[in-house]
């Protein structure tokens, strides 16, 4: 049973950090692309932060360069979002995502808020 849990949301002030962690199993972790994406009220989802399965290469939304961070533990099965000087437009549901070939895995997100 493939099963991808985010954790580590919550309330901080503007300036502070969070970080986001997700858990994955039911499949091959390693194998995977994993992603976080974002979602704000009446917004779409958008794609913060991706990295490779051996995790040897990243990409960053232009709005989070410099101040997120992607990284995984292919041992642990675990992905991670590092994020610091949190700005309020950082206010979202964040997702993690599996991908490879059609196989495509979400979790049901965490919150994130971001306010004084």
């Known amino acids: 049973q493939v099963q991808v849990v985010e954790s580590g949301g919550g309330l901080v002030q503007p300036g502070g950090s969070l970080r986001l962690s997700c858990t994955a199993s039911?499949?091959?972790?390693?194998?995977?692309?994993m992603s976080w994406y974002r979602q704000a009220p009446g917004k779409e989802r958008e794609l913060v932060a991706a990295i490779t399965s051996a995790g040897g290469s990243t990409n960053l939304a232009d709005s989070v360069k410099g101040r997120f961070t992607i990284f995984r533990d292919n041992a642990k099965n675990a992905l991670y979002l590092q994020m610091n000087s949190l700005k309020s437009e950082d206010t979202a549901v964040y997702y993690c995502?599996?991908?490879?070939?059609?196989?495509?895995?979400w979790g049901q997100g965490t919150q994130v808020t971001v306010s004084s």
């Open positions: 039911g499949f091959t972790f390693s194998n995977y692309r």
């Open positions: 995502n599996a991908r490879f070939a059609w196989r495509d895995y």
